[in-house]
């Protein structure tokens, strides 16, 4: 049995969503790829495929599978590219991950640019708040908010992420604007709790070049930076949200913002790749462009940005570069 053979005909099944549609795409019998379907379960000693008259599902053994199917695949064509001419432009399926938020308001808006720059590149995103193995899950590269204490991961910083402290009108008409850092005692938070552990991720401030942290009381917790922002629109009580999803709201006096004096220590924004897979074409030339896209954002990197840092006291220091996921050693959110 070719077992290469068996795993470009499963995958393209599953592609497919047909036996039939595999076959005709592959140039064999559909005979053919239904034994090979068969020896190959019968080979993993796994069922792979739940067949019916109507569909075929995979089962969760068939989706592990597929996985790395599609991931050795890919290895081996691009091992293979690697010594064709043709190598020099990136092409095949490229499989990212990003948070939610960056995805929806920075990746996407610009993405026709990266299609035009390397049209061959087939794009997987995945946007959500969740952390992913990238690993296990055949993920190509991602972007990261926070500490990286994964060393297996290799990193590029690409920008840095800025914070504002924040509310809705009609909830500081209600309960006073705080004025100092002692004053938030009086008023309670939309906390956004981690997806990997369930626990809130505590407030802080820089402070005389030092970080503070703040704990808040809070009467609803989240774990979408959406709906973060959202509860904070309803009046749910102060968040401390990314300023480039804040900002249209600051603008529109939707949010007011409060302690300016006193801002959140910035997170760091890396782009990364497992250290065990070369640095690929694809991958390469989707590095490149993202840097370059955080460089031209003031919210995200560019130079507004440094200047708009730097008028507080301390945020832009090394020694306040640090992030609230690396107090809980998460680094999954945007927040």
Not at 55 to 69: H, V
Request: proline share 5%; hydrophobic share 40%.
């Amino acid at each position: 049995m070719d077992r290469f053979q068996a795993m470009q005909v499963f995958t393209r099944v599953v592609d497919a969503n047909s036996f039939s549609r595999a076959a005709d795409s592959l140039g064999l019998p559909r005979a053919t790829v239904t034994t090979i379907i068969q020896n190959l379960e019968r080979l993993l000693q796994v069922r792979l495929l739940n067949r019916s008259t109507r569909r075929l599902s995979l089962t969760q053994d068939g989706a592990a599978y597929y996985e790395r199917c599609v991931a050795i695949l890919a290895d081996v064509e691009e091992t293979e590219a690697s010594f064709r001419e043709a190598a020099r432009r990136p092409r095949g399926r490229l499989r990212i991950d990003v948070p939610a938020a960056i995805g929806r308001l920075v990746l996407i808006p610009q993405l026709c640019e990266f299609h035009e720059r390397c049209p061959e590149l087939e794009l997987a995103i995945g946007m959500s708040d969740r952390p992913v193995d990238m690993v296990r899950e055949a993920v190509d590269c991602a972007i990261r908010i926070g500490s990286l204490p994964d060393s297996s991961l290799v990193a590029r910083r690409i920008g840095t992420l800025f914070g504002v402290t924040c509310a809705a009108p009609n909830y500081l008409e209600d309960y006073g604007e705080p004025r100092t850092i002692a004053d938030l005692s009086g008023h309670h938070a939309v906390h956004y709790f981690s997806s990997l552990t369930g626990r809130g991720i505590d407030w802080d401030f820089v402070v005389d070049g030092v970080v503070t942290e703040v704990k808040m009381r809070s009467v609803v917790s989240v774990n979408d930076s959406d709906a973060y922002l959202a509860c904070a629109l309803q009046g749910f009580g102060l968040v401390q949200a990314p300023r480039f999803m804040a900002l249209p709201h600051l603008e529109s006096g939707a949010l007011r913002e409060v302690l300016p004096q006193w801002q959140p220590s910035p997170l760091p924004i890396s782009v990364v790749y497992p250290a065990n897979r070369h640095l690929s074409a694809k991958v390469r030339a989707f590095v490149d462009w993202v840097a370059e896209l955080f460089a031209a954002c003031p919210q995200l990197g560019g130079r507004a940005a440094v200047d708009y840092c730097c008028s507080y006291e301390g945020p832009c220091t090394g020694n306040t570069l640090r992030s609230v996921a690396e107090q809980h050693n998460l680094a999954e959110s945007v927040l």
